[in-house]
């Protein structure tokens, strides 16, 4: 058979979202986009050789419907929802046979099979190979459901061979699921689990040994993004994970709790291994919300102390708020900005609360009558889905486009790089080898063909930028981000 795997397009339509990318696409000229989906690779794998693949990622280029293929499976998250039925439905109008995975699927199946032909829930580990052989024989069923829990050290090692080589900004990597905690806003608890499973070290270093492999037409570290909830959710197999990166010279990026700023010879060995960032759920400053988030662990932090310790290694924290939690008011949106400022977080996400469906709080917000809207496509945090509790829904949208347009300004942006380019512990970042060089050069000279075609805001940012360029304390990448959010914050 001929399988075509589909990444659906991200954000609602006609509208710019935090994930668009366009910015770095007409930037770059090349690259559109920042990532794949990792479940492609995963069913990639998991597919018996004989079958032919075929991966369709619409963040990249547009979808040939017409194209030859006996069955389609489409990976979906509740923000592409919608846009994922519209495909499964294009490719069923055609008579081919549709099968649709994920998160959102496996929380709301019965409305998943009105778009498809089966829905699988939960991990496709166990049971995309019997979906590929019931499609085969003509008999697939309406619903799999996965039986517990994968074992992840007997999953075959992800298969990238049919992704893009030039096309995404980064690659992504798992090496652990499973997460202790139960937030309320959170999903992940309900969908992998709270007992942690990892992977081998084996099995990470040799996907990573296939990544680094991989052709490019620019020679530059590879930049890895793991995708666990937690690097650190199993001490034990950090430290060795952390030593095998040692010599794969990548520069990666990684997610963690909190208590990661209490770990020195952790967030040491991070740094010596290739860690330029890592990204931190903050969710809140104010100490009621995090506890009716039921995220108690942050609250035994001091936020500012955290961050200026991992900063302290010459490694960049990357943070994520959600606004309109229960007691937020008017004023939480200049408290958080100043927090932001005064922390000198580069590149803070701030996000809408959004009751995404299998998460507590969609059932308390559900019971509660609170619900506006299930127009999946909205629910991509930066719009205002639920009605909130000490704020109008016009508030929290204001509120929410103030602290963004706020923290990404050009101004805010090019003072905090300032802090970094000065500041004393980050010369420590020794990042002036020949390829970084090649690439700095390389990124002075596209400013200075951009400033022909820019508006004057974005050319008085790149005149002041420009002397800066060649030092290497904060990473390129960095600062293309940072141009790509500010075109984002400008455009709400
Ligand atoms: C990495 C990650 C990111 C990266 C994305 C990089 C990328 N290109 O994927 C970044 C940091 C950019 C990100 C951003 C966001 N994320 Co995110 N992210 C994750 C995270 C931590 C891991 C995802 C992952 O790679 N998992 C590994 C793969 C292998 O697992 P999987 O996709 O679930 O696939 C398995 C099964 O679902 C199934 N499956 C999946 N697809 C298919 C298809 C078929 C046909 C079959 C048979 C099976 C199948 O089999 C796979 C193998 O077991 C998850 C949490 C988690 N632990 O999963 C959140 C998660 C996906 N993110 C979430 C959210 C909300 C967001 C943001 C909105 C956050 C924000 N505030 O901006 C944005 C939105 C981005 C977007 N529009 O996609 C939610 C999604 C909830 C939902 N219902 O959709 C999750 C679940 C976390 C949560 N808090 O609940 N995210």
Not at 127 to 146: C, E, F, N, R
Not at 184 to 195: I, M
Not at 264 to 288: P, W, Y
Request: charged share 25%; net charge neutral; proline share 3%.
């Amino acid at each position: 058979m001929k399988i075509a795997l589909v990444i659906p397009k991200n954000g609602a339509e006609n509208e710019r979202s935090f994930y668009d990318y366009s910015f770095h696409a007409s930037f770059l000229l090349s690259r559109k986009y920042i990532s794949y989906l990792l479940a492609i690779p995963t069913l990639t794998a998991l597919t018996p050789k004989e079958h032919d693949i075929v991966v369709l990622d619409e963040n990249i280029e547009d979808i040939d419907y017409s194209i030859d293929v006996d069955l389609v499976g489409i990976s979906v998250r509740t923000m592409f929802a919608m846009r994922a039925y519209k495909i499964s439905e294009k490719f069923r109008q055609r008579g081919i046979k549709t099968v649709l995975g994920g998160i959102h699927p496996s929380m709301c199946p019965d409305e998943a099979i009105l778009h498809c032909d089966a829905v699988v829930v939960g991990e496709a580990e166990n049971i995309w190979a019997t979906v590929i052989d019931d499609a085969q024989k003509g008999q697939l069923k309406p619903q799999y459901k996965a039986e517990g829990f994968a074992d992840l050290k007997a999953a075959p090692v992800s298969d990238r061979s049919f992704l893009s080589k030039t096309q995404y900004l980064s690659d992504i990597v798992q090496t652990a699921k499973g997460c202790p905690f139960h937030c309320e806003f959170c999903s992940v608890h309900a969908f992998d689990g709270q007992k942690i499973r990892t992977k081998t070290v084996e099995q990470v270093i040799q996907e990573i040994e296939a990544i680094n492999r991989s052709t490019e037409t620019f020679k530059k570290k590879k930049a890895i993004f793991f995708a666990d909830d937690n690097i650190l959710s199993k001490k034990s197999f950090a430290i060795e994970l952390f030593e095998a990166l040692k010599s794969q010279n990548i520069n990666w990026m990684c997610q963690a709790s909190i208590n990661i700023s209490r770990e020195d010879d952790f967030l040491a060995l991070m740094r010596d291994s290739g860690c330029g960032a890592i990204f931190i759920g903050f969710e809140s400053i104010s100490d009621k919300n995090l506890s009716a988030m039921d995220k108690p662990i942050n609250r035994k932090y001091d936020f500012a102390e955290a961050i200026h310790k991992i900063q302290s290694y010459g490694m960049l924290v990357h943070s994520s708020f959600i606004v309109g939690y229960e007691f937020d008011t008017p004023e939480s949106f200049d408290e958080l900005i100043d927090f932001i400022e005064n922390t000198n977080l580069l590149i803070p996400l701030v996000n809408i609360l959004t009751p995404f469906p299998g998460t507590q709080l969609f059932k308390r917000f559900e019971k509660e009558g609170r619900i506006l809207t299930k127009d999946w496509q909205l629910y991509d945090t930066k719009h205002v889905v639920f009605q909130p509790s000490n704020l109008s829904t016009e508030q929290l949208l204001e509120g929410y486009k103030k602290v963004v347009k706020k923290v990404y300004s050009f101004d805010a942006i090019l003072r905090k790089l300032n802090h970094y380019w000065d500041i004393d512990f980050w010369k420590r970042q020794n990042d002036s080898d020949p390829v970084q060089l090649k690439y700095r050069l390389l990124f002075a000279i596209r400013l200075l063909t951009f400033l022909a075609s820019t508006n004057f805001k974005r050319s008085a940012f790149i005149i002041k930028l420009l002397p800066h360029v060649f030092r290497p304390r904060v990473r390129i990448s960095t600062i293309l981000a940072l141009m790509g959010y500010n075109d984002f914050a400008e455009s709400l």
